[in-house]
């Protein structure tokens, strides 16, 4: 970080690149294409990239537009509309919360539910995959770190041998 203007940046180590965050956004993108390519194959060819975010989030549970939005890192009106794009596909319900008709909730219908339950066997073949590849003791090894909080402000996460579903 510079502190004047007229003070030269430092340069990063030749040793930390390629960066952990640029290795990560990797894996992530081979991760969403081939779970794309399995939602394709299994007549989900409709879902969009930000559909597949936002189905992620939600898991099995109702969720505000607003909540979604703070966790994508997108505005309220984006979810609604990506929201509005599976709602045309059968896959999730818009409705108001009991308690604030105000709030819009969304949830997954039945055919949504349907689809989630396929792609996380999905997710869970190409995890096998990987194991192959990688080796067991380095997938679940991969898991357990990337399972643990990097900072204070972090709520705590499932351990990742309980086999949660937070895909």
Request: glycine share 6%.
């Given at each position: 970080?510079?502190?004047?203007?007229?003070?030269?940046?430092?340069?990063?180590?030749?040793?930390?690149?390629?960066?952990?965050?640029?290795?990560?956004?990797?894996?992530?993108d081979w991760m969403e294409s081939r779970v794309l390519e399995?939602?394709?194959?299994?007549?989900?060819?409709?879902?969009?990239?930000?559909?597949?975010?936002?189905?992620?989030?939600?898991?099995?549970?109702?969720?505000?537009?607003?909540?979604?939005?703070?966790?994508?890192?997108?505005?309220?009106?984006?979810?609604?509309?990506?929201?509005?794009?599976?709602?045309?596909?059968?896959?999730?319900?818009?409705?108001?919360?009991?308690?604030?008709?105000?709030?819009?909730?969304?949830?997954?219908?039945?055919?949504?539910?349907?689809?989630?339950?396929?792609?996380?066997?999905?997710?869970?073949?190409?995890?096998?995959?990987?194991?192959?590849?990688?080796?067991?003791?380095?997938?679940?090894?991969?898991?357990?770190?990337?399972?643990?909080?990097?900072?204070?402000?972090?709520?705590?996460?499932?351990?990742?041998?309980?086999?949660?579903?937070?895909?």
């Amino acid at each position: 970080m510079r502190l004047r203007p007229d003070e030269p940046a430092a340069q990063p180590q030749a040793s930390m690149r390629p960066y952990l965050r640029t290795l990560l956004m990797r894996r992530t993108d081979w991760m969403e294409s081939r779970v794309l390519e399995a939602a394709s194959r299994n007549g989900y060819g409709a879902i969009t990239p930000a559909m597949n975010r936002l189905f992620g989030h939600m898991r099995s549970r109702a969720m505000s537009l607003s909540d979604l939005a703070r966790q994508l890192g997108v505005s309220r009106q984006a979810v609604h509309q990506i929201a509005g794009q599976a709602q045309t596909l059968g896959l999730v319900e818009l409705f108001a919360n009991a308690q604030d008709a105000r709030v819009k909730l969304v949830r997954f219908t039945s055919a949504g539910r349907a689809m989630s339950n396929g792609a996380a066997l999905e997710l869970e073949a190409i995890e096998r995959s990987l194991a192959e590849r990688l080796g067991e003791r380095d997938l679940k090894t991969l898991k357990r770190i990337l399972s643990r909080a990097w900072s204070d402000d972090e709520p705590p996460r499932s351990n990742p041998q309980q086999g949660s579903r937070d895909g």
